[in-house]
Nanobody
Framework: QVQLMESGGGLVQAGGSLRLSCVAS????????MNWFRQAPGKEREFVAS????????AYSDSVKGRFTVSRDSAKNTHYLQMNSLKIEDTAVYYC?????WGQGTQVTVSS
């Protein structure tokens, strides 16, 4: 049974950092690309970042490029989204995703 579980969200001041984790079960997460999305209240869900299985290629939306970094710990079957220099506009529920599978989401709130 494929499951994804995010953690690491919370309340942080603008300029601060958070690291989100996405633990996968039921499959080898290193064999597939992993995506990160976010959705703010009243907004459409938007793509944030991704990490490919082949070649470990990364992709970032323009709004987070240079501030966010994706990575993977294969031994832990876990993907990470490191978020630095957080802005108020980053406030959203963050989701990890692979194909049709989604985590439950973790809330990130940035205050100033």
């Amino acid at each position: 049974q494929v499951q994804l579980m995010e953690s690491g969200g919370g309340l942080v001041q603008a300029g601060g950092s958070l690291r989100l984790s996405c633990v996968a079960s039921g499959y080898n997460a290193s064999a597939y690309s992993m995506n990160w999305f976010r959705q703010a209240p009243g907004k459409e869900r938007e793509f944030v970042a991704s990490l490919s299985a082949i070649g470990d290629m990364t992709a970032y939306s323009d709004s987070v490029k240079g501030r966010f970094t994706v990575s993977r710990d294969s031994a832990k079957n876990t993907h990470y989204l490191q978020m630095n220099s957080l802005k108020i506009e980053d406030t959203a529920v963050y989701y990890c995703n692979r194909n049709i599978f989604w985590g439950q989401g973790t809330q990130v709130t940035v205050s100033s």
